[in-house]
Antibody, heavy 124, light 110 residues
Framework: EVQLLESGGGSVQPGGSLRLSCAASGFTFTNYAMGWVRQAPGKGLEWVSHISGSGINTYYGDSVKGRFIISRDNSKNKLYLQLNSLRAEDTAVYFC?????????????????WGQGTTVTVSS | QSALTQPPSVSGSPGQSVTISCTGTSSDVGSYNRVSWYQQPPGTAPRLMIYEVSNRPSGVPDRFSGSKSGNTASLTISGLQAEDEADYYCVSYTSGNIVAFGGGTKVTVL
């Protein structure tokens, strides 16, 4: 069974840092781009970042560029998101998602598997 | 990065059809077929319903269909059922590997 399981969420003060993890199973991890999508309380979904299967190419939304870092360890089938310089507006549920291909630009199959999410709360 | 525009809500009675629009620009929806739709019931993770404008992943009922005209993509739910009540989001993947989400549409089954 294809599965994604996020962890690492919690409460942190403004300016603090947190690292989220996503453990993948049931598919050949290195063959697919992976990403993070977040949802603030009562709000819609927002793209955060995604990374190619090899880990070489990374992409970020404007609201997190320069503060968040996406990475992956293909030997451990794990995806990470390092959250730095956190702000109150970063408070959200963070979902890990698998893209349907390593190169969504040329082979667009959408985000076909999602985790259940991990909650990040930024508050003083 | 501009968000795509969706109506906040649509509603219909069981058995009816509803259509959700997703309006972008000639730089995203209008230029690419990289449009997907996601269903999110309350308190759950999103689920892929449509990819590449009109393709359904396996397991998605055929009463869900997608289309595009110009800068607007659409999701139609035919034969509306109570279980279809959820929030729906469109997504466009554009040049520069930018991902844009719509603001979401709440579908209510009357």
């Amino acid at each position: 069974e294809v599965q994604l399981l996020e962890s690492g969420g919690g409460s942190v003060q403004p300016g603090g840092s947190l690292r989220l993890s996503c453990a993948a199973s049931g598919f050949t991890f290195t063959n697919y781009a992976m990403g993070w999508v977040r949802q603030a309380p009562g709000k819609g979904l927002e793209w955060v970042s995604h990374i190619s299967g090899s880990g070489i190419n990374t992409y970020y939304g404007d609201s997190v560029k320069g503060r968040f870092i996406i990475s992956r360890d293909n030997s451990k089938n794990k995806l990470y998101l390092q959250l730095n310089s956190l702000r109150a507006e970063d408070t959200a549920v963070y979902f890990c998602a698998k893209w349907g291909a390593d190169d969504p630009y040329n082979y667009y199959y959408g985000m076909d598997v999602w985790g259940q999410g991990t909650t990040v709360t930024v508050s003083s | 990065q501009s968000a795509l525009t969706q109506p906040p809500s649509v509603s219909g009675s069981p058995g009816q059809s509803v259509t959700i629009s997703c309006t972008g620009t000639s730089s995203d929806v209008g230029s690419y077929n990289r449009v997907s739709w996601y269903q999110q019931p309350p308190g759950t993770a999103p689920r892929l319903m449509i990819y590449e404008v009109s393709n359904r992943p396996s397991g998605v009922p055929d009463r869900f269909s997608g289309s595009k005209s110009g800068n607007t993509a659409s999701l139609t739910i035919s034969g509306l059922q109570a279980e279809d009540e959820a929030d729906y989001y469109c997504v466009s993947y554009t040049s520069g590997n930018i991902v844009a989400f719509g603001g979401g549409t709440k579908v209510t089954v009357l």
